[in-house]
């Protein structure tokens, strides 16, 4: 079963058994960023600059990705020169529901619904069907901490989980420090061309940017 850069790792956030999202904001943007990384590898978004535009709005086949295009191209039509940073703080909390609900139509996690203190709704989404998450999991092991020669999507979610400092999403058993070299190396590595790289530095950018933030924040 093929899934986007931004299930993946929706994916390796949610807690198996209690469907809870771990790193809850940070995995936001980076699961934005995923679902934009996608569009830039398919030849469908162009970031140059640091701005955004879209290059080809033809539908790509998959269904949520083909939902943030649109509403990407609507947008850059009224926001011309808007950085991808911009697109980012918008999408990141409607593309997280719209990637968790794709899950659940994959068959993958199931949404349970209940409420907190009796008052407040809270969504879950626990495990359904792991075998997708376990070949993730695998495939991540194998190229950073076996050396295995990753392919461009497997690069472009390295270098997504590690802008956005979410080593232990992907490494839950293992000190951020024994796979951080690894994992910038292959984040800064040439997999890809010009266009995509300067795709993936916005985001990078943008990534360490609401890291930082998020973790002042939680210090105060």
Same mark, same amino acid.
């Given at each position: 079963?093929?899934?986007?850069?931004?299930?993946?790792?929706?994916?390796?956030?949610?807690?198996?058994?209690?469907?809870?999202?771990?790193?809850?904001?940070?995995?936001?943007?980076?699961?934005?960023?995923?679902?934009?990384?996608?569009?830039?590898?398919?030849?469908?978004?162009?970031?140059?600059?640091?701005?955004?535009?879209?290059?080809?709005?033809?539908?790509?086949?998959?269904?949520?990705?083909?939902?943030?295009?649109?509403?990407?191209?609507?947008?850059?039509?009224?926001?011309?020169?808007?950085?991808?940073?911009?697109?980012?703080?918008?999408?990141?909390?409607?593309?997280?529901?719209?990637?968790?609900?794709?899950?659940c139509?994959?068959?993958?996690?199931?949404?349970?619904?209940?409420?907190?203190?009796?008052?407040?709704?809270?969504?879950?989404?626990?495990?359904?069907?792991?075998?997708?998450?376990? /070949?993730?999991?695998?495939?991540?092991?194998?190229?950073?901490?076996?050396?295995?020669q990753?392919?461009?999507?497997?690069s472009?979610?390295?270098?997504?989980?590690?802008?956005?400092r979410?080593?232990?999403?992907?490494?839950?058993?293992?000190?951020?420090?024994?796979?951080?070299?690894?994992?910038? /190396?292959?984040?800064?590595?040439?997999?890809?061309?010009?266009?995509?790289?300067?795709?993936?530095?916005?985001?990078?950018?943008?990534?360490?940017?609401?890291?930082?933030?998020?973790?002042?924040t939680?210090?105060?």
């Amino acid at each position: 079963m093929a899934v986007t850069l931004g299930e993946e790792i929706a994916l390796l956030s949610l807690d198996d058994e209690s469907g809870a999202t771990k790193e809850r904001s940070t995995a936001a943007w980076a699961v934005a960023g995923g679902i934009l990384l996608e569009l830039a590898m398919a030849g469908r978004v162009t970031v140059t600059g640091g701005r955004l535009a879209v290059a080809d709005a033809t539908p790509t086949g998959d269904a949520l990705v083909d939902g943030r295009l649109r509403l990407l191209t609507e947008w850059t039509r009224h926001n011309r020169g808007r950085k991808a940073t911009d697109w980012l703080a918008k999408d990141q909390s409607k593309a997280t529901q719209a990637t968790v609900e794709s899950l659940c139509e994959r068959g993958l996690v199931v949404e349970e619904r209940h409420r907190a203190f009796g008052l407040f709704p809270v969504r879950r989404y626990p495990e359904a069907d792991g075998s997708v998450e376990r /070949e993730l999991r695998e495939r991540l092991a194998s190229v950073v901490l076996e050396g295995a020669q990753p392919d461009d999507r497997t690069s472009g979610l390295v270098a997504l989980l590690h802008a956005a400092r979410l080593h232990r999403l992907a490494f839950p058993e293992l000190p951020r420090k024994q796979v951080e070299a690894r994992m910038a /190396e292959i984040a800064e590595g040439q997999w890809a061309g010009d266009g995509v790289r300067e795709a993936i530095r916005n985001m990078q950018a943008a990534l360490v940017a609401i890291t930082v933030v998020t973790a002042a924040t939680a210090a105060l």
